[in-house]
């Protein structure tokens, strides 16, 4: 089965290319985008369920695809204050599987069961296994989940609950990805990373935000980035809602990575045309937010020119900010893992060094809107 409304293009060598089952690469070994016209009949989407779907004409996916749900999206836009600075923080945590990784395996498993596939291969450090686990079984197609060895005992617990196979890898979490890639060689490598339709479940984050805003772009948008799924999908959203002519400019993108693995940080910071990532792992330290040490993003320079053509930036945070931004949380009557502590760490630094600029009349006071999120739930990391 092949799609006719939506072709593949390579990030690296440009190539474009039909749909296909297995198609997850480009042939020169790049990752792969969809292109695809999104549309917006806002008096519609307005009388509608208020789930992710309710974007359907923005999704890339046939009229009559199997959609894979569990009425998962619309999550609240809480407004929190930062040293001063009111925040409006995204509650993505509060998705069925505990994470915000439920937006891509929702489209992702929905595509896939369309295409009539019934076995997949996944690798993850945790959230993304439990999100294709779960809408592989509620989609009654087989996964196997590939997760490196000191994986959270919660996150295994999760994704075992959901009846996938767990294969515990040995390494770090490079190992852990090139022995999935290995095996989906004679199945469907249901990849959060490589397979575009991911993101475009990730991207209706950028969609609600702009809708409970009613229909605004907010001035600056502050995410955290490993491999880049959230961050990635919300630049393709809003750049559909640009293209659709339902917001007139983009927000600037802020990425967030813990200073302990920070290769994007670092690519960014080594000038402005730099986009090759550095692989981190000879300088990798220990951090506590396990879901974005990712030293060598398969997306890394998309990411770094994504940011960089936002006018954005990227903030690294030490192990002190994101615990003291872990128990501020908690003083809010939040609980989440402390990779959404570093996010919360970031907004942090990013208000505080803005408060700054203007005490010393670098910058006008304004009145900047800036939106974040919590992408994953403080029960997921139990125990770890």
């Known amino acids: 089965m092949q799609n006719s409304y939506a072709t593949l293009s390579c990030t690296h060598c440009g190539r474009v290319m039909p749909i296909a089952p297995r198609r997850w690469q480009c042939v020169c070994g790049g990752p792969l985008d969809l292109l695809f016209d999104a549309r917006f009949p ?56 505990g994470s915000y990784k439920d937006r891509g395996a929702s489209v992702l498993i929905s595509h896939i069961a369309t295409m009539g596939i019934d076995r997949v291969i996944e690798d993850s450090s945790g959230n993304a296994g439990c999100a294709i686990a779960a809408y592989c079984a509620r989609a009654g197609i087989a996964c196997e989940i590939y997760v490196p060895a000191d994986t959270s005992t919660p996150k295994i617990a999760q994704i075992q609950a959901y009846g996938a196979r767990l294969r515990k890898i040995s390494g770090n979490r490079q190992d ?28 209706t984050w950028a969609y609600e935000v702009c809708e409970q805003l009613g229909w605004h772009a907010p001035d600056t948008v502050i995410l955290p980035v490993g491999n880049g799924t959230l961050l990635l999908g919300a630049a393709i959203g809003f750049k559909d809602l640009q293209r659709a002519g339902v917001i007139d400019r983009l927000p600037r993108l802020i990425g967030v990575q813990a200073q302990a693995c920070a290769p994007l940080y670092r690519a960014f910071t080594a000038g402005p045309t730099g986009t090759e990532v550095p692989n981190a792992y000879t300088e990798k330290k220990p951090t506590v937010a396990e879901g974005i040490a990712i030293a060598d993003p398969a997306r890394g320079p998309q990411i770094v020119r ?29 609980y989440i893992e402390p990779t959404s502590a570093a996010t919360m760490a970031g907004v942090f630094r990013y208000v505080r060094e803005k408060n700054a600029q203007v005490a010393r009349n670098v910058v006008a006071r304004n009145q900047e809107l800036i939106v974040s999120t919590i992408t994953g739930h403080g029960l997921k990391n139990i125990g770890h």
């Open 176 to 203: 852990t990805a090139r022995a999935a890639r290995q095996a989906a060689q004679t199945t469907c490598y249901a990849s959060h990373v490589w397979n575009p339709f991911f993101f475009h479940g990730t991207k």
């Open 306 to 334: 994504a940011v960089r053509e936002s006018g954005g930036y990227f903030i690294a945070v030490d192990e002190a900010e994101i615990l003291a931004s872990w128990q501020w949380v908690g003083k809010q009557g939040l």
């Open 42 to 97: 806002l008096d519609e989407i307005a009388r509608r369920r208020p789930t992710l779907w309710r974007y359907r004409e923005a999704i890339p996916l046939p009229a009559d695809a199997r959609i894979v749900s569990v009425d998962e999206g619309f999550t609240p836009l809480l407004a929190l204050d930062f040293a001063g600075h009111r925040v409006w923080v995204k509650q993505d945590q509060l998705f069925s599987t």
